[in-house]
DNA sequence: CGCGGTGTTGACAACAGTCAATTACTGTGG
DNA sequence: CCACAGTAATTGACTGTTGTCAACACCGCG
């Protein structure tokens, strides 16, 4: 696994920390927590964790590695419609059964653990666990917020500012569970999964990536991705902080629309 | 207003169609909407119905005319994320107060009603409008595979897949509300609306239009859609019919992007 | 040492954005 | 009835971006 890994004891506070970053939790919930990092189950690097369909969407925490939801078409191209870190639901949706053409599959070595507790506190507002029950509702907001960055990146957005704005959302969601050491956190994707994310082909990924070390933005090597100069990536991305309202004052008019 | 517009009425069709398309309703129920139908509350065209972080998420639903929920980048272009529809809740997601930045905007003459009661029968699962309750969950579940669908788009599909996958998705979901007539329904989109869509430029989805047209695939004429060969769109898309699955057998694995 | 997966590069062609101008289409007022 | 203005649709020329193809380099592993 990756360095991530250290056992059931790191489960556990990749659990309390991303809970931690919404709501302030209370000892019982702390130790419900702590029962559930004790079951982990593993999953084996590139195997399909749960199709759409085939049977009720599980309701599993990722607890390490990385995972992806995705869909293919008709021609065989693929879009990774988001990422799934440590800390996120395998299955971000309320637990509607639907059929739907999704998949989501390991990316790394994986570990999860039952996340029912937490989902079945959430829909029925369990007062003996407001705090996850808030948090998990936080949670399916988050998610929805995740794939309207990923639209706007996908439709408005450069190559470099793509790519860039995706790295400033990793390093947000990795920073909740405290897998960000300074600029620099592990990103085990290959340059095929990335073109999946971000919609391009595998060579104009790697041209992306060239672009940004060039221009000294960014390095990455071994996995391992560092931020050299972050402000000026949130500038090429378009970044909005994640507390909402704009990054700062917006431009008069461009080419654009309204006003 | 459009062709939709023929009162509270035509309000209270919209409501009881848009249920009935995903579960059947008691008497008590289809009385809920139409007192809600009777209290119809008019928007502008163009103005802002909504921008997050000023005010908690409305709870209403759209039941004459077409909105959308938008993002603004910092250079001035807009990306839509979504489009919605008649029978649509105007803010999708459940009531979790968050910050975001999105906005949603009317892109007509709009009236909604009050969907207070709708979504908190669906939170508190309440046992007198089981109904309601559940197609609200679903309703919710249904953005979020939009949202998916858009993603693809976005990110996979050629520039007339992705018109053409557009124009279905909207058959579609006004055939739910009893708003297509044969192969036909009411568009009130300006290119201009449409390139934020589909992440054009207004001169592509021009070029783009007129070539599905050369190709007699549709026809666009005073705001009016027409599918002209269903299949060929579907074919051109890489559609998957709504319940699922895969259109056909998948041909192993293309390289190309198209033939 | 060969092998498969991954990263990298260059050449070329197809795709898509921008600019600029022209053509409908509408509702207005004369 | 027509002139007019304003919006939307359309078109052509040009440029920049991105996908495809085809090598080659690098690395861990058997």
Excluded at 1 to 20: I, N, P, T
Excluded at 86 to 93: K, R, T
């Amino acid at each position: 696994m990756s360095d991530s890994y250290d056992g059931q004891a790191g489960h556990f506070r990749v659990l309390v920390e991303h809970f931690s970053a919404f709501v302030s939790l209370s000892i019982l919930e702390t130790k419900l927590l702590a029962e559930l990092a004790e079951a982990p189950r593993y999953h084996p690097p590139y195997r399909d964790l749960y199709v759409a369909g085939t049977a009720p969407p599980p309701s599993r925490m990722i607890v390490a590695g990385w995972a992806c939801q995705y869909r293919l078409l008709p021609d065989g191209h693929r879009q990774i419609v988001s990422l799934k870190l440590p800390g996120d639901l395998v299955w971000p949706l309320l637990p509607v059964r639907l059929p739907s053409s999704c998949a989501v599959a390991a990316l790394t070595e994986l570990e999860t653990v039952s996340a029912l507790p937490l989902v079945e506190a959430s829909v029925a507002a369990d007062p003996a666990h407001p705090g996850l029950a808030h948090a998990v509702r936080v949670m399916a907001h988050l998610h929805d917020m995740l794939l309207y960055d990923q639209i706007v990146r996908l439709g408005r957005q450069t190559a470099c500012g793509r790519f860039a704005h995706l790295m400033l959302e990793l390093r947000e969601r990795l920073s909740r569970v405290g897998l960000v050491d300074g600029d620099s956190f592990a990103m085990p994707l290959t340059q095929d999964v990335l073109a999946d994310v971000l919609g391009f082909s595998v060579v104009h990924v790697n041209r992306t990536v060239q672009q940004l070390r060039r221009d000294g933005l960014l390095e990455i090597r071994n996995g391992t991705v560092t931020l050299s100069k972050p402000d000026d990536l949130q500038e090429l991305a378009g970044w909005m902080p994640p507390s909402g309202g704009p990054a700062g004052p917006r431009p008069p008019k461009r080419p654009g629309r309204k006003d």
